[in-house]
Each structure stands twice: as structure tokens, then as C-alpha cells.
């Protein structure tokens, strides 16, 4: 049974950085996991911020190119997202997700991967920029 824990969120002064981290556990041996991040705004739909695929393929969105960073660390299954000159518009819940699947490389570039393709979620971490 997969299960993903985000943690990390805080409150910051806008310019300033916040690191989350998505601890996964429960992979199966046999399959390959891509991982993302994603965030929800207070009356707006949930977007896609980067991703990850199982080769260590990266992808950003528009909004976080340039500023914010993920990488994952697979000996510990943990997932992460380096965010820097942060805006008031990052405040967010973020979550990461995973997509699992038995194959030998697995994508999940969110600019362009359905979110409903994703297996597993986290529970949602907040960031609160001022």
C-alpha cells in the first residue's frame, strides 16, 4: 500500500524559500514511479507545478521554471521541491503525487500528464506567502 507524506509549508515573506519533501513508502519492486508536485489556491482549480519521471526526466510549469527546484532521492523514496523568490501567488496547498506502474520508465510531465493518471496523493502541505 503506497503512501505518500508531504511536509515543509510554512509561512514566508515574499523573496523568501521553503523547502517541501514527500516521503513515499510502500513502493512495489516491480514497478517504476514517476512523482509531482502540485498546488491548489483558494478558489482555483488544482495546477501541476513539476514533475519528475521515473529516469529522472524533469518538467516545470511556466510559474515555477526558473525558481523552484525538484529532485528526488530514490534511496530514501523521498521527493522535493526547492522553492525560491517566492511570489504571494505561490500561496497554495501543495501535494505531491506518484504514478506507479510496472513498465520500464514511467512520465508524468504535468504540463501535459492528467492528473487522474496520477496513482497516489499526499495529504497537502500549506505555503502562505506575504
Known amino acids: 500500500h503506497v503512501q505518500l507524506v508531504g511536509s515543509g509549508g510554512g509561512s514566508v515573506q515574499a523573496g523568501g524559500s521553503l523547502r517541501l519533501s514527500c516521503a513515499a513508502s510502500?513502493?512495489?519492486?516491480?514497478?517504476?514511479?514517476?512523482m509531482a508536485w502540485f498546488r491548489q489556491a483558494p478558489g482555483k482549480e488544482r495546477e501541476g507545478v513539476a514533475s519528475?519521471?521515473?529516469?529522472?526526466?524533469?518538467s516545470y510549469s511556466d510559474s515555477a521554471e526558473g525558481r523552484f527546484t525538484i529532485s528526488r532521492d530514490n534511496a530514501k523514496n523521498t521527493l522535493y521541491l526547492e522553492s525560491n523568490s517566492l511570489k504571494p501567488e505561490d500561496t497554495a496547498t501543495y501535494f505531491c503525487?506518484?504514478?506507479?506502474?510496472?513498465?520500464?520508465?514511467?512520465?508524468?510531465?504535468?504540463?501535459?500528464?492528467?492528473?487522474?493518471?496520477?496513482?497516489?496523493w499526499g495529504q497537502g502541505t500549506q505555503v502562505t506567502v506575504s
Open positions: 503525487a506518484a504514478a506507479g506502474f510496472r513498465l520500464k520508465v514511467v512520465r508524468c510531465d504535468v504540463r501535459s500528464y492528467s492528473e487522474r493518471e496520477f496513482n497516489y
Open positions: 510502500g513502493y512495489m519492486s516491480d514497478h517504476q514511479y514517476c
Open positions: 519528475i519521471d521515473s529516469d529522472g526526466t524533469i
